[in-house]
């Protein structure tokens, strides 16, 4: 039998499972399962990390239907760094329509909101590492959207009626990355930039003609330095549309990754902007080494606009979640979060941010 420390330090893939209970505002209770694969594309390369490509599926009590995949993969002695996400989406859902007001005062109900929507993205980032700690990279973005029994709020929205029931969009653009994180999947130190601008023309294969840009800054500290695993971390992030931004690819809160505990596209809007500060804390042994178990809370606050720069409403967010080790610096997540008037429980792989 091959030991865990001898199976990391050789390389060797290392497969997790998964399988429990989860609970989103938009897909209700859902079973969810999945695995964890970690791996080096070179074994014998001691200057690469290790990748990590965890997979994730449900089924809920509201007929959804689920798919994720989000793959950070390391190459070439980390010159070559290829991060790519899958979704995949068969759900009823809401639209509230475009803008805070909108999604604030829109009554949720079957006349006004519900519809069924058909989503998937194909989304994979090409990073080459030309100094130090710094990436240039080609960003690629293939996504549809397929509505089915919109009640008669969606059929009348102005959005809705603008881009019809179908959408594919298809974008190529380019990524500047500063990346020291000591661990890019949960980070204990370090510093992340991300600023990328991603084109979506139709003399790409897509029907829409629009731009996003997108900037994503997060800093991570240790609190206690002489003990391993409390960490400090915050993220600042915002993303702007311009063109004609369809309302399936409009900016959002309330994901997996940012503002837990919204539903998903409640708000949305051209731009979106959001901050979260989040303490992480794995407890440890009477030796000071870092343990399998953690809790993690934090408070955020988000807002979106049809304006870049003016923001006037703001969100506010806060919650609680449990970690377990299921490979080194490898964790299951299970988060519980509080938005205005929402809340959402959420079970996934490796951290939010």
């Known amino acids: 039998m091959i030991r865990k420390s001898q199976r990391i330090e050789e390389g060797r893939t290392w497969i997790s499972p998964l399988a429990g209970p989860a609970y989103t505002p938009e897909l209700k209770f859902t079973l969810a399962g999945g695995i964890l694969i970690s791996y080096k594309t070179r074994r014998t390369d001691s200057l690469i990390q290790r990748s990590s490509s965890p997979i994730l599926f449900g089924l809920s009590t509201s007929g959804a239907f689920i798919f994720q995949s989000k793959n950070s993969t390391y190459w070439l002695g980390d010159k070559l760094r290829i991060n790519a996400d899958f979704w995949f989406k068969d759900m009823p859902d809401h639209y509230w329509g475009t803008g805070y007001l909108k999604g604030l005062n829109t009554l949720k109900s079957d006349s006004t909101t519900v519809y069924h929507r058909l989503w998937w993205m194909i989304n994979p980032i090409f990073l080459w590492q030309f100094r130090h700690n710094m990436f240039l990279g080609i960003n690629v973005d293939y996504n549809y959207t397929r509505v089915k029994e919109p009640s008669a709020g969606v059929a009348n929205d102005p959005e809705y009626q603008k881009y019809g029931f179908e959408n594919l969009n298809s974008g190529f653009g380019l990524c500047l990355r500063y990346d020291s994180r000591d661990i890019p999947v949960n980070a204990w130190s370090g510093t992340y930039f991300d600023l990328s601008s991603t084109f979506y023309r139709s003399e790409f294969g897509g029907r829409n003609n629009y731009t996003i840009l997108k900037l994503d800054i997060r800093h991570y500290f240790p609190v206690f330095t002489k003990v391993p695993g409390k960490i400090f971390a915050l993220q600042f992030m915002t993303r702007a549309g311009w063109g004609n931004v369809p309302y399936a690819e409009l900016s959002q809160l309330g994901s997996p990754f940012d503002l837990r505990g919204y539903l998903w596209g409640h708000y949305r809007d051209q731009s979106v902007v959001y901050f979260i500060a989040e303490y992480r804390h794995m407890f440890s042994n009477s030796s000071c080494e870092t ?63």
């Not at 807002?303 to 964790?331: C, H, K, T």
């Open 291 to 353: 343990g399998r178990h953690g809790l993690v809370v934090w408070l955020g606050t988000g807002s979106v606009s049809d304006d870049l720069i003016r923001y006037i409403y703001w969100l506010p967010n806060a919650g609680a979640g449990y970690r377990f080790e299921l490979q080194p610096r490898m964790n299951l997540r299970i988060d519980i979060g509080f938005g205005k008037k929402s809340r959402g429980f959420y079970l996934n792989f490796n951290e939010a941010f």
